[in-house]
């Protein structure tokens, strides 16, 4: 900040001038107070300082406030006083910030912001007024000093914050003093909860300048704990008719009052309405501050809400999860009912804060009746808004709604000691549009999962066939997404000639259409060997089928027609194309072998090659075919692999199709303890024939 600050002038015997312009900045004050001192000390007028710097920073600081123009500042000083006027540049009247200060009648909480400085001005000043000019406005205000008293006997001199009128049968004023330690009074902004402290300096100070006997500051917060003291000053304001009572301006739910033990007189009320005005101002800060942290918690709240309900995609679990989310923290109790087919509303789950008084919830809950809890819930469930419930469970049922579906109604006890607030009510009603979404996901995902798991079971065999001196056994484990359905498959499909075939086969991709092209596959396979087609011709018509109508997508097959040979011998004629070789278990103890010529995949070339290679198995013997979810069954980075699973095969020659079957599958699975990335099918052929 610069001004251009220049000597006192002389302009008449005994008399000092000084004026200075400066700018609307928050460090005027202080620079207007520099110049008024300066003056002072020069008139040697030190005993009006304490006044004179009060009034000039109130009127400096209020027009920095409100004209936001730049200030002049003339200060004039004499023997017998000092004169201070302060003038903007802001265009209109000063006539509505005297209103409250020339009729005493008004209420001071009815002033203006700076109606308030002209309120001290008019107290402490000998005489003021207002100044119009071309360019702006100004207010001013005259100092005379008082010669001290020379004659008649010493007397005590009054208490610091009480300077007598000099008029007998007035009561002590306030001194400027006083009222600046009172103006500057602020909460310690370090302090974890500085209102009380705040408020009980605020009630000490006024009480000793009006000289109250005792004093009280209640503040109600509207949490169900009522109107605690927030402050005590002596003792304990006696009932009647001199109390001094002035409500706290605060907004709701706060409320409260400022309560002194002295009488009404002229000075005692402006002041403790202005000592009420200050504490309702960091009352409100206090307020907003309190508020702004409850809707952060809220929000955290509802985030930790959603991401809970968001995990589940159980349906019951979902339900069972909204009342625990509830209860205690947005009502005493909480149930969800939910909307059957016909329309009735079926209790889903329910949570009280008391445990033990849960059966009787229920009972209260299953209630018939015009006035029961039921009937408000299939109100509210059928108007789809807030419907509140009457005694003996008081509280509001909210419909659960979700993509335009109504699913039933979430159903909230208040709290035991007070109301749910406009904050707690909007809460749960956005837990329970997000509750709703949650319980609608969970169902479209059960439904999807329904129809995956029929699906899926629709391209497998129910049973496998039960053939004499022939065992057939599979596993079949889908992948960890169980709403998708895999493309492996099996089936053991009976031939013209009495053989049977065995057939394991993999479609590229998952989900409907992977599922369409595998019952696509199955469904020719089982046609054209019934018609009894040879091998080669079946892969052959398959081929060229997924050529024109597998949408791009591939298969690989193994085929294996299995039939009776010499003996007890079982001759086996197998093609595969483009699938894993099968594992051949020879019950004579030689080792484990891969058997088998690869062939072209399906679906990808308009011709293919589909090698036959001719197996004959012994009695104890067994072949075992599976898809690429075995080999490919990952740990990190390392795979189960081929090596793996014939390692894994070779302790097996000699069981039994079931056992090789589930002990392969478990010896996949328990690889990893990760879930599946892709499905998991097993088939095992054996000859079950006993030797002689």
Not at 152 to 178: I, K, W
Not at 217 to 222: A, E
Not at 411 to 420: E, K, L, S, T
Not at 457 to 466: A, F, K, M, N
Request: net charge negative.
């Amino acid at each position: 900040m610069s001004a251009e600050v220049g000597p006192a002038a002389k302009t008449g015997p005994d008399e000092h001038v000084r004026r200075v312009r400066l700018p609307a900045d928050r460090r005027t004050p202080a620079a207007a107070r520099a110049v008024v001192r300066s003056v002072l000390a020069e008139a040697d007028l030190d005993e009006l300082l304490n006044e004179a710097l009060l009034l000039t920073t109130e009127l400096s600081t209020n027009a920095v406030e409100h004209a936001r123009t730049e200030l002049d500042i003339e200060v004039t000083a004499d023997e017998t006083g000092l004169t201070v006027t302060v003038s903007d540049f802001a265009a209109g009247p000063v006539d509505e910030l005297t209103v409250g200060v020339r009729n005493q009648a008004t209420d001071i909480a009815e002033v203006a912001e700076r109606g308030r400085g002209l309120l001290l001005v008019d107290h402490f000043a000998n005489r003021w007024g207002t100044t119009y000019l071309r360019t702006g406005k100004g207010v001013w205000f005259r100092l005379d000093r008082t010669k001290p008293e020379t004659t008649g006997p010493a007397t005590s001199a009054p208490p610091p914050s009480m300077v007598p009128t000099g008029n007998t049968g007035q009561t002590a004023v306030p001194s400027a003093g006083a009222m600046s330690a009172l103006m500057q009074t602020t909460p310690d902004p370090y302090a974890e909860d500085p209102l009380p402290d705040f408020a009980a300096g605020l009630l000490t100070r006024v009480a000793e300048m009006i000289g109250a006997a005792g004093g009280v500051v209640r503040l109600d917060r509207g949490d169900g704990q009522g109107a605690q003291i927030l402050a005590r000053y002596g003792r304990k304001p006696r009932a009647g008719n001199d109390l001094l009572r002035v409500p706290l301006a605060v907004h709701r739910p706060y409320s409260g009052e400022l309560e002194l033990d002295a009488a009404p007189t002229a000075y005692a009320q402006p002041l403790a309405v202005l000592t009420a005005e200050r504490l309702s101002l960091h009352l409100e800060n206090d307020r907003l501050r309190r508020a702004d942290v409850r809707r952060q918690a809220w929000l955290t709240f509802l985030a930790e809400a959603s991401e809970l309900l968001a995990q589940s995609l159980d349906v019951e679990l979902t339900m069972a999860l909204v009342p625990q989310l509830v209860v205690p923290r947005l009502g005493q109790w909480c149930a969800v009912h939910t909307t059957d087919e016909w329309g009735r509303l079926r209790l889903a789950a329910a949570s009280h804060a008391d445990e033990s008084t849960l059966p009787q919830l229920h009972a209260t809950l299953r209630e018939a009746g015009p006035d029961s809890i039921q009937a408000r819930l299939r109100e509210a469930s059928r108007n789809g808004t807030r419907t509140p419930l009457g005694a003996p469970m008081e509280g509001f049922a909210v419909p659960l709604i979700a993509r335009g579906q109504r699913l039933g109604t979430l159903a909230v006890g208040r709290h035991q000691r007070h109301r749910q607030d406009p904050d707690e009510i909007a809460v749960l009603e956005d837990v329970a549009r997000r509750a709703a979404l949650a319980i609608e996901n969970a169902r479209i995902h059960a439904e999807r999962r329904r129809v995956a798991h029929t699906l899926q079971q629709s391209l497998l065999p129910p049973v496998l066939p039960v053939v004499e001196g022939i065992g057939f056994a599979a596993e079949y484990v889908p992948t960890g997404g169980d709403v998708d359905v895999g493309g492996d498959f099996y089936d053991v499909v009976p031939l013209p000639d009495g053989r049977w075939l065995v057939v394991i086969g993999d479609v590229s991709g998952k989900g409907v259409q992977a599922a369409a092209v595998t019952g696509l596959v199955r469904d020719v396979i089982r046609v054209l060997a019934g018609d009894g087609k040879p091998l080669p011709e079946v892969l052959a018509r398959l081929n060229q089928t997924l050529v024109e109508r597998g949408a791009g997508r591939y298969c690989t097959l193994a085929l294996a027609a299995v039939g009776p040979g010499d003996g007890d011998q079982l001759d086996v004629g197998l093609h595969l194309a483009g699938h894993d070789r099968p594992v051949l278990l020879r019950s004579s103890g030689s080792p484990a072998a891969f058997v088998g010529t690869g062939g072209t995949a399906l679906g990808l070339l308009d011709a293919i090659a589909s090698p036959t290679a001719q197996l004959v198995l012994d009695p104890g013997d067994c072949l075992v075919f599976y898809t690429d979810g075995v080999t490919e069954r990952r740990r990190g980075r390392e795979l189960f692999g081929t090596g793996r699973l014939r390692d894994a095969a070779a302790p097996l020659a000699g069981y039994s199709a079931d056992v090789v079957a589930a002990r392969l599958r478990s010896t996949a699975i328990n690889f990893s303890v990760e879930a599946p990335r892709d499905d998991i099918a097993i088939l095992v052929l054996r000859n079950d024939a006993m030797p002689d």
